[in-house]
């Protein structure tokens, strides 16, 4: 607002010195144009006096009435002229003053001494000494053209400083144009310098961060050190961006909770299975065949029930011992991931090869997850891949576990494709981990996990 103000009254006050300077040429030109009506109207009366001085002359010299006809006209035309002349210098009254004497010097030369002699000569030429007439005539002209002289010079010299004051008027018109345009350039540029610096800059580095945001940057920030409405948005947005972020990290706390909740459920049933329902049905098992053995020999139908209960007992009791092994392997509780992930692939139906280079045991939710990374892709390649082997292979690098599974399958596998890729991807994220699948058709799946391992990491500890 400031700016703008003060541009426009640089604007105003430019275009106000040029309108006075062009209000005041006008009137030096309306000054100009009059000074030189007076002047010509001065010459006009002065050629009408000396018109009567040489027609009175010559008609006394001739007594030819054919002088008299300037003398007559001049006569005639010489007290509007007087006028026109005190009218145009109406406005000055030194010079109106000089206008007024000449009318009346003129008027006297006429009446008291022009038109008498002339009268004279007309009725007897004789009488009348021309000499003497021309002398007087030649003293009376005299004065009258010194008057002239006067007024002539003095408005000369009033043409000369009008024109001088135009020209300064001039020169203050350019100068104010000068001056109003440079500095309108200036302050348009200081202006644009304004707009850019204090504007537009921190909106786009505002609207910067925002793609920074958007893309997963929820550290993006912005200096929140604008004023106005600018400041507004800076501080705005960056209470939004702390907001998203803290319900981002909300949310994946709560995604780690829900994940750890899930495998210590899984735990418990696989502990109860095992303590609790296996351990029955080793009982049950084993008092049959107790049975068994004490049937008589006259009854072999009662042994071959028993014997067959028995061995349908153990068949579920190997059944629920796989069961027990997918809802939570004991082998990992109790000897880490190496040979949790050596176990899987002897039970998988496709030769597979294990490669694992962890020097000590993991963080609990970090072996569980490869765990699982692991057996649902051995499950997928199964089912899908056609393969002929598979190869495994997990290491620690660089602060992180690396776990990779490959086939030679026929590929074409993706993480939206199925609910298995699609729950690994929920529990590696929600450990703050990547993981990529790369599946052309026709060359295999090759499929790529990192966990982070430090244990000081909030997201493991509150797991």
């Not at 929140?224 to 409405?229: C, F, I, Q």
């Not at 190997?318 to 027990?324: H, M, N, P, V």
């Not at 051995?378 to 690098?397: E, F, P, Y």
Request: some cysteine.
């Amino acid at each position: 607002m400031i700016a703008s103000g003060l541009l426009a009254v640089t604007i105003g006050a430019t275009f106000a010195v040029l309108l006075s300077s062009v209000a005041d040429l006008r009137e030096m030109e309306h000054r100009a144009q009059q000074s030189e009506d007076v002047l010509v109207a001065a010459n006009r009366l002065e050629r009408l006096v000396v018109d009567l001085e040489t027609g009175q002359r010559g008609f006394l010299l001739t007594g030819s009435d054919q002088y008299l006809q300037p003398w007559l006209q001049a006569r005639t035309a010489f007290p509007q002229q007087a006028t026109t002349l005190e009218r145009l210098v109406a406005g000055n009254a030194e010079q109106h003053s000089r206008a007024e004497n000449l009318a009346q010097a003129g008027a006297s030369y006429l009446k008291d001494y022009s038109e008498p002699l002339i009268a004279a000569a007309q009725q007897d030429r004789t009488s009348v000494d021309v000499v003497a007439a021309t002398e007087e005539d030649e003293r009376r002209v005299a004065a009258m053209r010194t008057q002239f002289d006067q007024l002539l010079a003095v408005e000369d010299q009033l043409a000369i400083a009008r024109q001088d004051k135009a020209d300064d008027v001039a020169r203050r018109a350019i100068v104010a144009a000068a001056a109003g345009l440079t500095g309108s350039v200036l302050l348009v540029a200081l202006f644009t310098w304004y707009l850019n610096w204090r504007i537009l800059r921190p909106v786009r580095r505002t609207a910067a961060m925002a793609g920074r945001l958007a893309a997963g940057d929820l550290g993006a920030r912005v200096p929140d050190r604008g004023v106005g409405e600018i400041g507004v948005l800076q501080r705005s947005f960056n209470t939004m961006a702390a907001a998203v972020e803290q319900g981002l990290r909300e949310l994946a706390r709560s995604r780690v909770r829900i994940v750890a909740a899930a495998d210590r459920a899984r735990q418990r049933i696989e502990r109860d299975l095992h303590d609790g329902t296996q351990q029955r049905l080793v009982s049950l098992a084993l008092q049959l065949r107790a049975g068994e053995a004490v049937v008589p020999p006259e009854q072999p139908e009662v042994r071959a029930q028993l014997a067959n209960a028995a061995d349908e007992l153990t068949t579920a009791l190997d059944e629920l011992r796989e069961l027990s092994r997918g809802i939570h392997p004991a082998i990992l509780t109790e000897g880490g991931l190496g040979p949790a992930l050596k176990a899987l692939a002897r039970r998988s139906p496709i030769p597979a090869e294990v490669a694992v280079d962890v020097p000590a045991r993991l963080a609990g939710p970090v072996e569980v997850c490869a765990y699982y990374v692991v057996s649902e892709a051995l499950a997928n390649t199964a089912k899908h891949a056609g393969a002929s082997a598979v190869w495994i292979d997990a290491r620690v690098s660089e602060g992180r576990l690396c776990v990779s599974v490959r086939d030679n399958g026929s590929g074409g596998a993706a993480p939206d494709r199925g609910s298995g890729l699609t729950g690994l991807v929920d529990r590696v994220e929600a450990l703050d981990g990547t993981i990529s699948v790369t599946s052309p058709v026709g060359v295999g799946t090759t499929l790529l996990v990192g966990l982070p391992l430090d244990p000081h990491d909030d997201q493991l500890r509150s797991a």
